[in-house]
Every structure is written in C-alpha cells, then in structure tokens.
C-alpha cells in the first residue's frame, strides 16, 4: 500500500501541472484582463482621475492621457487604450507583472503556488490566502451540512427502495426524486425565497447571510439556532437535487448484493433478514458509497454551492472566484484553481483508502497507476 500511495502522491504533480497549464493559457487569451479593466475605468472617468491597484501598493494616475508633446498616444495592445499615456500603460503592465514573458510568468506563479505563496488580489488590499480564510467557512458550512445530510437521507432510503424494489413505495419515492432532480437548485433556491423569505408569501426564513447583524450580542444557543435557521433556505436547495443519484446508486449496490450467492446461503443457514441485509449486504453494498464521501463533499463545496451563494448573498468562495473572474483578478482565479485542484486529487487518493479501510481484502498494491 505504500507503494501505492507514493505513485499516487507523484502522479498529482503532472495531472496539477497540466491542468494549471491549460487553465493558464485559456484565461490569457480571454479578452477584459485586468489592464484593460484599469483602461476602462480610467476610460470612463474625467482627467483629473486616478486609477488605484490595491495589490501593487501604489497609485497610477491616469489623468495624464497625453504624452510630453501633448499629442494623444495610441495603444492597439489593449480594447480601450487609444488616447492614453504609453508610460501609463507601461506602469499598469509592470504593476501587474504583464511585463514579463508569459512563460516566465507561469514559471514564477507556479513556483510562489508550490510554498503556497498566492500573492496579493489585483483588485482587493488583501492577500490572496487571507481573502480564502475569511471566505472559507461559509462554504464549509454549505458544503458540510449539504454533504452529511444527502447521505443521511439517501443512504436509508436507497436500503429501503432496495428491499421494496418495485412496489408502490419504490415508484412513487423514485418520481419525488427525479422531479427533485429536474429543477435547477438556483431555480429553487428562488422559489423558496419567494414563498419563505419575505416575497409574495411568507416571511418566515432569513433573506441573506449566515447569521444575523446583532450575532454577537446572542447567547451561545440563540447564536447555534440563528446560524442553522439561516442555513435552512439555501442547504434546502442544495439537498433535494442530490437526493436521486445517491439514493439510486445505494438501492442498485443492494441490489446486486443481494442477488449474490452468500447472500442466499446467509439465509440458507437461517441469519435473520436483519443480520443478512446489515451485517452482511452494508457492508459490500456500502463500499462505493462511502468511498465517494471525500470527492462528493469537495465537489458541493467549490462547485455546486456558487450559484447558492450569490442569490442568498452568503460570502464564500463560490462568490469570490465569480467576482474574481468577473474583474480578472488573476492571483484569486489561479489560486483558487490550484488549491482546489490539488485538494481534489488529494480526496480521490483518500477515496482510494477507504476501499481498503472499509475493506481489508482490497488491495491497490497490484494496480498499474
């Protein structure tokens, strides 16, 4: 198993490689980075404005849209630099590191990301690392409290449409839960907002954020209660569309158990249905369950939660990397690919090992990775 582990651990490196290569190239050829961001704020202001980059540390004027000669400069490199000062232009580029090579710049980025150096936000006076620390626990919470209750709620009732395959209790649970399915969360998340939170209906649900204004001041337990009731609306979301492909994938790994021959013989010697479907089916039947846990919670936690994140107004990091690839704020964009990345590769090895944990007789020493 060691072995294992340590090919899988040097396999992350070229898969995070290639994947922060492909990442890097599409994002540079997208048009609006954050030069002509700059460009078009300083475009659309009058002469005596000054454009401020908060992670250069330093202001850049661009009220001076005329070179020493005082004709206007032009500027094709950038959508909107026409009539602006070269040197300005120059200025933003050097602020911004644009005034190196792109493989240099990949190269240095790659190599600040290995010691998990993220740099400053262009746009934010904070760094990188800083801005995910604060965003981290909103999707935490969503991700966590989504995660742990898809599966306490799947995981019982795919036993249960599994033992009553086929009946009335099976056919109706399976239409409750594709139509779960078939509505897009942030459909959802909308329709409870105007039914729950104030709109045309009730006004029962809190409408945005995790907690109230006046958190501080709440005891302990009026804190907890406060936190899980604004937590109801948008983990409510999130949930009833995860519900059908766990609870199906869990009824048809009981299913194939329990067609299988120890299955028969366990009732053959006379175990009852009990000791047969939990002491000998969960275990087998729950194998690929439970081993999807680690990449089912990373993927509701940087995933499936933005879209939740932006209409309930809760600030996670599904709303930082939306703003941050608004306003192509590149150290956020790439920092954030980078980390989530690797968490994920990390969480497939870890999903490897609880095969084995849950199984001892799975062995991966013999697998070719």
């Known amino acids: 198993m060691t072995s294992y582990i340590l090919r899988r651990l040097l396999l992350i490196i070229p898969t995070l490689l290639g994947i922060m290569i492909i ?40 009220g001076s849209s005329q070179n020493s000669a005082g004709s206007t400069a032009t500027d094709n490199r950038y959508r909107g630099a026409q009539g602006l000062d070269p ?16 493989h240099e710049r990949f190269i240095d980025m790659m190599g600040n990301f290995i010691t998990f150096d993220f740099g400053t936000s262009f746009f934010r006076d904070e760094t990188v690392i800083d801005l995910v620390l604060q965003k981290m626990p909103v999707s935490i919470s969503l991700g966590l409290w989504t995660t742990l209750i898809v599966y306490l709620v799947c995981i019982p009732l795919g036993i249960r449409k599994a033992v009553r395959d086929g009946s009335r209790f099976d056919v109706w ?9 078939a509505i897009p969360s942030f459909v959802l998340a909308i329709l409870l907002i105007v039914l729950f939170a104030g709109g045309s209906f009730l006004d029962i649900f809190p409408l945005r954020g995790l907690v109230s204004e006046d958190f501080d001041q709440m005891s302990a337990v009026d804190q907890v209660f406060d936190y899980l009731w604004h937590l109801v ?9 995860g519900f059908l492909s766990l609870t199906m994938l869990t009824k048809n790994s009981y299913l194939d158990q329990i067609n299988m021959l120890y299955v028969q013989t366990a009732r053959a010697k006379g175990l009852s249905e009990t000791r047969v479907m939990y002491g000998h089916v969960f275990r087998n039947a729950m194998l690929i369950v439970i081993a999807g846990f680690p990449g089912a919670f990373v993927g509701i936690l940087f995933t499936g939660a933005m879209l939740i994140e932006i209409i309930f107004s809760l ?10 690839a608004i306003k192509r704020d590149y150290p956020i964009m790439f920092a954030t690919v980078y980390f989530f990345t690797l968490l994920g590769l990390v969480m497939n090895l870890i999903g490897d090992l609880m095969y084995t944990i849950i199984d001892p007789r799975i062995d991966f020493e013999g697998r070719n990775v």
């Open 87 to 102: 040197e300005f232009i120059k200025e933003l580029e050097r602020q911004f590191g644009f005034d190196k090579p792109l």
């Open 315 to 324: 600030d996670g990091l599904g709303l930082l990397g939306f703003e941050a």
């Open 173 to 181: 649970t399976t239409t409750a839960l594709t139509i779960g399915f």
């Open 233 to 241: 609306l948008p983990i409510t979301a999130l949930v009833l569309g």
């Open 23 to 62: 990442n890097f190239a599409i994002v540079q050829l997208a048009p609006g980075g954050p030069i002509e961001q700059i460009i078009a704020e300083v475009s659309g202001t009058d002469a005596g404005t000054t454009g401020r980059i908060s992670g250069g540390g330093s202001e850049v004027s661009g």
